[in-house]
């Protein structure tokens, strides 16, 4: 008697097993791409905050003369340009931030 029950208990369990698999792979399934979507997200912002900083720092010490000046902040390298009216910074992949000054009011 004992037996039979065993025998009877092992389908189930095999179907308990199949289930809870399927339940965590589907879960997986679902949650995994906003996970990536996360990370990726965190490194755009990473990004934008570095490029936002060097665009501070050329703001901070600008002369109005044409210069340029390379730099490497974090892990990825930044060409900052300076002319007579604007600001630009650059890096890899084709990111730049850039400020045109419209008027100037110095005061002395």
Do not use: C, N
């Not at 369990?13 to 679902?30: C, E, K, N, T, Y």
């Not at 990825?76 to 400020?99: C, L």
């Amino acid at each position: 008697m004992i037996s039979d029950k065993i025998f009877e208990e092992k389908g189930f369990m095999l179907v308990d097993a199949l289930l809870s698999f399927g339940l965590i792979a589907s879960l997986l399934i679902v949650t995994l791409p906003f996970a990536i979507e996360l990370f990726h997200l965190r490194e755009l912002s990473k990004k934008d905050v570095e490029f936002s900083r060097a665009l501070y720092e050329e703001a901070l010490f600008w002369t109005r003369q044409d210069t340029e000046s390379d730099w490497l902040s974090g892990e990825q390298w930044i060409q900052a340009e300076t002319g007579q009216f604007s600001i630009m910074v650059s890096g890899e992949g084709g990111y730049e931030k850039k400020v045109e000054i419209q008027s100037i009011s110095w005061k002395e």
